[in-house]
């Protein structure tokens, strides 16, 4: 509901603006070209609910990493020690893991991860400071949810396809703006 307020509310101010900005231009061959890019922009505004329905996990994770991941150089400044900055990278580093194992998951393909590592750079004095340098997964297939329990005592050993390699390096790479030689899975 929050999503939709929201762009309600950015569509309301971009037509507002975009009335004002073709109100003050004196007609003519720029005026044409302000009109077009201003109704391409109108039109693009009213699509992005449908954009967003079906692109959700990419845009969650996407927006999540850009706006910062988790620390934006403000914060990162605000921080007094290197052990408090070394802290709060280990906890993102854990948080990460999660996150990857739920995207993993979100994904059409039959396996999971069952296990997820990633190494990041921790200097606090690093200009890469929490950028991912690796992910190492180990992989087992999806158990069926249809309600019923499996408890299984060993795990059997898998061949995953090369196609599935790749739909799970691809994601991973995008979301996570990682090269796909970092991602590694076992």
Known sequence: ?????????????????SQIATMMLPDGQIAKYVRLVVGLLIMLMVLKPIFALTHTQTNFYQNYFE?????????????????????????FQNKLGVHIKAHVHSLSIPYDA????????????????????????????????????????KQKPMKMSEL???????????????????IIMN
């Open 1 to 17: 509901m929050e999503f939709i307020k929201q762009w309600f509310s950015a569509l309301i101010a971009v037509l507002f603006l």
């Open 67 to 91: 706006t910062g991941q988790w620390l934006d150089k403000n914060k990162r400044n605000k921080l007094d020690s290197q052990t408090e900055q070394i802290a709060v990278a280990k906890e």
């Open 114 to 153: 069952k296990e997820v590592v990633v190494n990041i750079d921790d200097n606090p004095k690093s200009s890469g400071f929490l950028n991912i340098r690796e992910i190492r997964m180990t992989m087992v297939e999806k158990t069926p949810s249809n309600g019923k329990i499996i408890v299984q005592t």
């Open 164 to 182: 599935d390699k790749t739909v799970i390096m691809d994601s991973l790479s995008r979301a996570y703006n990682i090269p796909k030689e970092h």
